[in-house]
């Protein structure tokens, strides 16, 4: 089970991503905001393993408070969930796990976090113990 922490813009766009992610199976929802100043103190306590968040916050960029919490969490997947193409080059260069378009299509999701789950469990294979 992989834990994630998630940053939207507001609390109807998040409950669609909570209800999305639920339904994938395979993720646990370990903490998320619609307010991006308590992000990266959540994150650094919980540390999750995939970050899914809107580049375009009210009064932040999302694409610099990733980079933040990645700062606290150097291992952390992150997911860019948007209805704007333009940031997917610069969300690529930052070493962005995956991009997806709004609006949310179920399977689209399901294909992302397979992936993820997938990634997340060879890296527990390859860990020294």
């Known amino acids: ?7 939207e813009n507001n ?10 992610l639920g339904e994938t199976g395979g993720i646990r929802i370990a903490g998320s905001t619609i307010h991006a100043d308590a992000a990266i ?10 970050l899914f968040i809107n580049p375009r916050l009210t009064g932040v960029s ?4 990733a980079v933040s919490i990645r700062r606290c969490c150097p291992d952390i997947h992150i997911i ?3 209805p704007f ?19 949310l299509a179920p399977e689209r999701v399901k294909r992302t976090v397979q992936r ?8 527990a294979d390859t860990e020294p113990v």
């Open 116 to 123: 993820l789950v997938q990634s997340c469990t060879k890296e």
């Open 85 to 103: 193409k333009e940031h997917a080059l610069l969300a690529y260069e930052q070493q962005a796990f995956d991009y997806i378009l709004k609006p």
């Open 62 to 65: 999302g694409m610099d408070l």
């Open 41 to 50: 103190q959540e994150a650094r306590r919980l540390q999750p393993q995939a």
């Open 11 to 20: 609390r109807l766009e998040l409950d669609v991503l909570t209800a999305l």
């Open 80 to 82: 860019y969930i948007t």
């Open 1 to 7: 089970m992989i834990d994630a922490y998630l940053v």
